[in-house]
């Protein structure tokens, strides 16, 4: 373990616009469940002017910081080495403080992403469907990378963002073939979708959805049900929800932060539902 359960500990995320997190109700959970009086999770406003200033004022009191956006890869060069995962999507979602002074960075929203599809049971797809090429598309790539067996299907707007996605493929390992968002309706019939794109982006398509449709993950969580997700729900299809990436994602940050396994998955899902419910 890496401190006394009753020792001062610090932890944090970091973004621009930051209010809405639900990180530190999951964090807190966690500490909570895991007996960890001295521990505190914070959250922390800062663009990327801020944020060398910020990090470098880090204390031996601090175990990491979650870190969302537009902080992912302007910390990468504040950072003493980043994993592997972090490395092949240039995106660092989780700075581990180590007890030697080191700052770990790391990227805990691909493997988050395998977790929440095998907790539903899907552990392997023959092909995939993106839809949307933010950043968060990039991850779903590198997720798909280790459960999809053959072509994924990236619908998006422009053919600069149609690029990047193939581009991103290539990295990746990835055989990726990009489709206009006109044809998007088509990517519902694939045995998975996934969702990057922001609020009502996908509404449009709900009375598209099949009349058996297969799995369906939107990574937004408020406000929730999105339109297409809760079309597919009502069709029978299966949905996993952005809440079931950021629980996923936080209990791998938890893990390494605090140096227990398991972290507690179904404290964290329950208070983060309860936190959505009373907005």
């Given at each position: 373990m890496r401190a006394r359960a009753t020792d001062a500990r610090r932890a944090a995320v970091l973004g621009k616009p930051i209010a809405h997190s639900l990180s530190p109700v999951l964090h807190r959970a966690a500490y909570e469940e895991l007996g960890l009086t001295g521990w505190s999770y914070d959250r922390f406003e800062l663009d990327e002017a801020a944020l060398p200033g910020f990090v470098e004022q880090l204390g031996p009191e601090w175990v990491g910081l979650s870190v969302t956006m537009p902080l992912k890869r302007a910390v990468i060069p504040l950072l003493d080495g980043i994993s592997d995962t972090a490395a092949s999507v240039e995106a660092v979602n989780t700075v581990v403080c180590t007890e030697d002074g080191r700052r770990l960075g790391d990227n805990t929203d691909i493997p988050g992403m395998v977790a929440a599809l095998r907790e539903r049971g899907i552990e392997q797809v023959d092909s995939a469907a993106i839809l949307g090429a933010g950043a968060t598309a990039s991850s779903a790539l590198a997720a798909l990378a280790r459960i999809c067996t053959g072509e994924v299907v990236a619908y998006v707007r422009s053919e600069a963002r149609a690029?990047?996605?193939?581009?991103?493929?290539?990295?990746?390992?990835?055989?990726?073939?990009?489709?206009?968002?006109?044809?998007?309706?088509?990517?519902?019939?694939?045995?998975?979708v996934i969702a990057t794109t922001p609020a009502g982006a996908t509404d449009a398509l709900a009375h598209a959805v099949p009349e058996r449709p297969a799995?369906?993950?939107?990574?937004?969580y408020d406000p929730w049900p999105t339109e297409l997700a809760a079309r597919w729900s009502m069709t029978g299809g299966a949905v996993i929800s952005g809440l079931d990436l950021l629980v996923h994602q936080a209990v791998l940050q938890v893990e390494q932060m605090t140096g227990l396994r398991p972290a507690p998955v179904d404290a964290m899902r329950k208070a983060g539902e309860h936190a959505l419910a009373a907005r």
């Open positions: 690029a990047e996605m193939r581009q991103w493929g290539e990295r990746l390992g990835v055989e990726v073939r990009t489709a206009g968002w006109a044809d998007a309706a088509e990517a519902l019939r694939a045995p998975l799995a369906l993950f939107d990574v937004l």
